[in-house]
């Protein structure tokens, strides 16, 4: 049967049962208060006849509402859908149909959402607080470890893909992805018992859930934000002593924008790792400024997060890079045709296998074959390895333009023009041309009270990159579309390209 994710909470409970490992606001609780919470949220699943194999659904900010309510779940192999609380109720309607789910658990914030899904969507039971019976009646009772029934490679969280490319995939995580990413993630940065972790990833992107059990896993205390506020972040740094945290690189940004008008002591902070794109340069050289090294991870939801990291603290020249392979992973360059490994040095897909690989699509078998082949995923981002092991993703197969023959890499500009002191964000897509088939645009935010022309722009590119790599097109643009993890919507741009 394999370990069940959900006994990592009942060995904390066993072994450091009153050390206080959960933190939001002004409520604490220890690992056995956390530990009830989630056997009694088992039993109350047990009550209703949903069982091994069933799927619930969160829909909640961060808090110890979501770590009960999962763990619970996982003790007797019930799924847990993670909804993305910031999605419209049409996509929210789409993807709870499409789980199969019997039950939602949501916040007080997000009734006015429930009220207008309920028509729309099967769904037989519905419980929050302000519900009867409500979360808290439901948590309060003494409640008995439930029987172990599932565990190893059985689906246990179902986190849905960001939909960039289309609808939204429900991508199905195992007990031993779980279990595993912990291992390699609390290995390969050093992340233990002692560490304090801020959590203001958001638990419906694997950058937040993949954490959240991986505290568990190792013992460590996490303060929980329901809302990231870099202000409000860097004083809870300095009140809880945290150690760690996990990012995106908008959150960096806002953090060292709001850096200095803060007076907070940051000196128990170790390092903070980012991720969901790559971290651009001048933020690395902000923090390191301040004495702050900053983890660029590559992470995928289909790996159970992360991927490769980069520490800056032992190998700062190679701030471009990736890094190497979090332990018990295996990452190899392939050709996307031929499937064939590749040199050393040279660009093709990053294929990753080891027990991170997920077990499946729900309801979408194609889906999963198509890049899933004898064990091994295939990204469909596109990078190389250096002789030193690090690696460098260069695109995604998509988002290669081909101009003239030549393959140019939108990431590969989009980091050397981040270095132009003028430039926020940038974006670049491929734009047909009758000439070169496709030429480069970029799309860019500017800096407040930055003023850049479009020739000083293709000037910037021609010196950093080889002429035939250079911008071709510019548009100056107020923001950059997103979706609800940060990443950049390039098919966004794409479509109003073919407009």
């Excluded at 530990?35 to 949220?41: C, L, P, S």
């Excluded at 950058?207 to 059990?213: C, D, E, I």
């Excluded at 002591?265 to 790792?273: E, F, G, P």
Aim: charged share 20%.
């Amino acid at each position: 049967m394999g370990i069940n994710i959900g006994q990592l909470l009942t060995s904390r409970h066993v072994m450091m049962g009153d050390k206080i490992g959960f933190i939001r606001e002004e409520k604490q609780f220890t690992f056995s208060q956390m530990n009830n919470r989630a056997n009694a949220f088992a039993a109350y699943l047990t009550s209703l006849t949903i069982q091994a194999g069933d799927k619930i659904a969160v829909l909640c900010k961060n808090n110890e509402d979501v770590i009960a309510v999962f763990f619970g779940a996982a003790k007797i192999g019930v799924v847990t859908v993670v909804l993305n609380y910031r999605l419209q109720v049409a996509e929210l309607q789409y993807i709870v149909n499409n789980s199969d789910t019997k039950l939602i658990v949501f916040d007080r914030l997000f009734e006015e959402a429930i009220t207008a899904l309920k028509p729309l969507v099967a769904v037989e039971n519905y419980i929050s607080h302000s519900t009867s019976p409500s979360l808290s009646s439901v948590f309060a009772p003494f409640a008995k470890e439930p029987q172990q029934i599932t565990g190893g490679d059985d689906a246990i969280l179902m986190m849905y893909t960001s939909g960039t490319t289309g609808r939204p995939k429900g991508t199905l995580l195992s007990h031993n992805n779980l279990q595993a990413a912990s291992i390699g993630l609390s290995h390969t940065i050093d992340w233990w018992q002692n560490d304090r972790f801020l959590m203001i990833a958001p638990f419906f992107h694997i950058g937040g859930f993949a954490p959240l059990v991986t505290n568990v896993h190792t013992g460590a205390t996490m303060v929980l934000m329901e809302d990231f506020q870099p202000v409000e972040a860097w004083k809870l740094i300095e009140q809880e002593k945290i150690t760690t945290m996990m990012t995106v690189p908008t959150m960096l940004a806002f953090l060292l924008k709001t850096y200095p008008m803060i007076t907070s002591d940051y000196s128990s902070l170790r390092y903070i790792s980012c991720g969901a794109s790559a971290v651009p340069t001048p933020l690395i050289l902000g923090f390191r400024k301040m004495g702050i090294p900053i983890h660029q991870v590559y992470g995928i939801t289909e790996y159970t997060g992360a991927v490769t990291f980069w520490k800056e603290e032992q190998h700062p020249e190679k701030f471009d890079s990736m890094g190497k392979i979090v332990m018990q992973g295996g990452l190899e360059i392939r050709d996307s045709m031929t499937k064939n490994q590749l040199p050393q040095g040279s660009i093709g897909e990053i294929v990753l296998t080891g027990p991170q690989v997920f077990v499946g699509y729900y309801k979408n078998e194609e889906a999963f074959h198509s890049v899933v082949q004898d064990g091994a995923f295939y990204t469909g981002d596109v990078g190389y390895i250096d002789n030193d092991g690090f690696l460098y993703v260069v695109d995604r197969l998509k988002d290669i333009i081909i101009s003239g023959g030549e393959n140019i890499y939108s990431a590969e500009l989009e980091l050397a023009m981040t270095q132009h002191p003028a430039i926020a964000e940038i974006a670049v897509i491929g734009v047909p041309n009758e000439k070169w088939q496709e030429v480069p645009r970029a799309y860019i935010v500017l800096h407040p009270d930055e003023l850049l022309t479009e020739a000083e722009v293709i000037a910037f590119s021609k010196e950093k990159l080889a002429s035939y790599k250079s911008i071709k097109e510019v548009i100056f643009v107020d923001e950059l579309p997103r979706n609800a993890v940060g990443k950049i919507l390039k098919t966004h741009l794409k479509a109003t390209t073919s407009q």
